[in-house]
């Protein structure tokens, strides 16, 4: 799996629970404009930065060592 489809699939999971999922609140929390987020979940542009996916690991109560290694960090 990749990690635009990844992240995607994790944050529209957490979303079915609760709102403070959705791609605008997250996008918020981890300092980038959701078009920006949105553009990583659909693999138009690559993953972020180390400290970027680290931040979206946290808010999505993700491993960040995971994370990092599906963007190929």
């Known amino acids: ?3 635009g489809i990844y992240i995607r699939q994790k944050r529209e999971e957490l979303k079915s629970f609760s ?3 959705s791609l605008r609140k997250i996008a ?3 300092g ?3 078009a920006f987020l949105s553009k990583v979940e659909r693999e138009i542009v690559p993953p972020p930065s180390e400290a970027k996916i680290i ?5 999505l109560d993700e491993d960040p060592d ?3 290694g599906l963007a190929g960090k």
């Open 66 to 68: 995971y994370l990092l």
């Open 32 to 34: 980038v404009e959701p």
């Open 1 to 3: 799996m990749t990690f």
């Open 19 to 21: 709102s403070k999922f």
């Open 28 to 30: 918020g929390i981890i």
């Open 55 to 59: 931040a979206l690991a946290y808010a």
